[in-house]
């Protein structure tokens, strides 16, 4: 990596949600490697967000928060500004989800309904309108929702988080519209193989089996996407399938 690519998002600050494993600590990585200070974040795995945090090269931090308590996604924006003076980059990943079949819609309790909208679309609302006002400061505000594909097709681990995952397409749609000159986009991956979805065996071979790529995605294929993103400056109000080509037999 030569010099300049290190220091391309020097003095940038960036928040990456859920970013304790899997697709956000890559994110997380890649930032940092590129010169941005990060801010990691998860609801739970404490030690493993520290230890990222603890890893990366560049002055970075860690901060606990359940984004589906606003009042913890307003301390997480309040710390960043009170710590770093000012919000570049935010990255919605943080999300939850449980295997529910389709078909079985008495599985698919009010308790599990609840608990993916409140975190995958209210949680990510609550904090994006919290950042918003720090990042309209930023010469170049940048928004990356982490989606799905189950958001554009008729697929995904239960109904309930299907419908969140297109309520966040359509969402960074509609913000793109609204909150220029700050950009918003979302990366929606298909089936990604992390520590979630490690016990997901059948559902990674069936994705071998159709993808026209033949395996499932990987954390680094979906942190290429969300750098992609950030770099081109004219782009705002883009869904970057990231599937292996899943979606064109599906």
Not at 20 to 30: F, K, L, P, V, Y
Request: charged share 20%; net charge neutral.
């Amino acid at each position: 990596m030569t010099e300049v690519m290190r220091k391309e998002f020097a003095g940038k600050v960036a928040i990456v949600t859920g970013s304790s494993s899997g697709i956000g600590e890559e994110i997380a990585r890649r930032l940092s490697d590129l010169g941005a200070t990060v801010v990691v974040n998860s609801a739970n795995s404490v030690n493993a967000g520290q230890q990222v945090a603890n890893s990366l090269t560049t002055e970075s931090i860690y901060f606990q928060a359940d984004i589906s308590d606003q009042a913890a996604g307003q301390k997480l924006i309040d710390a960043t500004i009170s710590k770093f003076g000012q919000l570049d980059i935010l990255i919605n990943n943080a999300g939850w989800t449980t295997l529910v079949a389709h078909h079985d819609l008495d599985s698919l309790t009010d308790e599990i309904f609840k608990k993916t909208f409140d975190v995958n679309v209210l949680g990510t609302w609550w904090l994006t309108k919290a950042a918003m006002p720090h990042l309209k400061k930023s010469t170049d505000g940048n928004i990356v929702n982490i989606t799905s594909i189950a958001g554009v097709r008729p697929v995904g681990s239960s109904i309930a988080y299907a419908m969140t995952k297109a309520a966040l397409n359509h969402m960074t749609i509609l913000l793109a519209k609204s909150c220029g000159p700050v950009r918003v986009n979302a990366v929606a991956p298909g089936l990604v193989e992390t520590p979630w979805t490690r016990d997901w065996q059948a559902q990674h071979e069936n994705v071998s089996r159709v993808a026209p790529l033949k395996r499932s995605a990987t954390p680094q294929d979906c942190g290429e996407a969300t750098i992609a993103l950030i770099r081109n400056k004219y782009a705002t109000g883009q869904i970057f399938v990231v599937d292996g080509g899943l979606t064109l037999v599906i």
